[in-house]
């Protein structure tokens, strides 16, 4: 299971000044973190998690990121959970980056997750588990994606329309390095490694953004995401 990383940076815009305090953005990353959240990095076709008693009250999200030659998830299955696509981003034949997201469909949810890539890769799933309390639905509210080869990543900038959402960011590089600071601005660190990096917050309807250094011009692909 990987371990949950707060970062100690904060910054963001107001609506009514144009900037917005520190405390602000403490106050809304604390209303809470994932229950459990389990990745795992491969260079096969097919990924498989174990996650610990998962809830049928809770909601799940699956981060991935595949470079090197391009793959995409056919599929995920978890015994008792529905599982979607929520967006995908694609650069060129070999970096992408995807969200996905599960919903409990009646009975225990199973506690093994299994992603079925379309090719054998480097590839990254990193599946989170959200508490009830949050009201999340799953579906997308805001997003935005950018690709590029420059040394350093920005996503777009996106504005939640609703409080409670709940913002992920996903970075891939193929060729390069992502240097292991974790996404800048409001984001906790889900998980990283040299190819890829998952964040999330949760920003209320303030605009957020996010960038992280990479090393070497590598080709890269990015997404910054809401969902209520």
């Not at 694609?90 to 379309?118: C, F, H, K, Q, R």
């Not at 959402?165 to 998980?191: D, E, H």
């Not at 309807?205 to 209520?228: D, E, H, L, Y």
Request: some cysteine; hydrophobic content about 40%.
């Amino acid at each position: 299971m990987s371990s949950i990383k707060h970062s100690t940076t904060a910054s963001g815009t107001d609506r009514g000044t144009g900037e917005i305090h520190k405390a602000q953005w403490n106050d809304l990353h604390v209303r809470t973190g994932p229950l459990q959240a389990v990745s795992a990095a491969v260079n096969t076709n097919s990924i498989v998690l174990t996650l610990t008693s998962p809830l049928a009250t809770s909601i799940f999200f699956g981060t991935f990121a595949g470079v090197a030659t391009l793959a995409r998830i056919n599929s995920i299955t978890q015994t008792n959970v529905t599982w979607s696509l929520l967006r995908r981003k694609v650069n060129g034949t070999n970096t992408g980056v995807e969200l996905w997201v599960g919903i409990p469909s009646g009975g225990t949810p199973g506690t093994t997750v299994t992603a079925s890539l379309d090719a054998s890769t480097n590839a990254d799933l990193c599946v989170s588990e959200w508490p009830a309390s949050l009201g999340l639905a799953g579906t997308v509210d805001q997003a935005a994606d950018a690709t590029g080869t420059s040394p350093y990543q920005t996503t777009g900038f996106i504005t939640p329309t609703n409080d409670k959402a709940l913002v992920f960011v996903l970075f891939a590089i193929n060729n390069g390095s992502i240097l292991l600071t974790g996404p800048t601005g409001p984001f906790f660190s889900l998980v990283s490694s040299s190819f890829m990096a998952y964040g999330y917050c949760f920003a209320g309807k303030n605009p957020c953004q996010s960038s992280i250094p990479t090393q070497f011009n590598g080709v890269w692909a990015n997404m910054i995401i809401s969902v209520v």
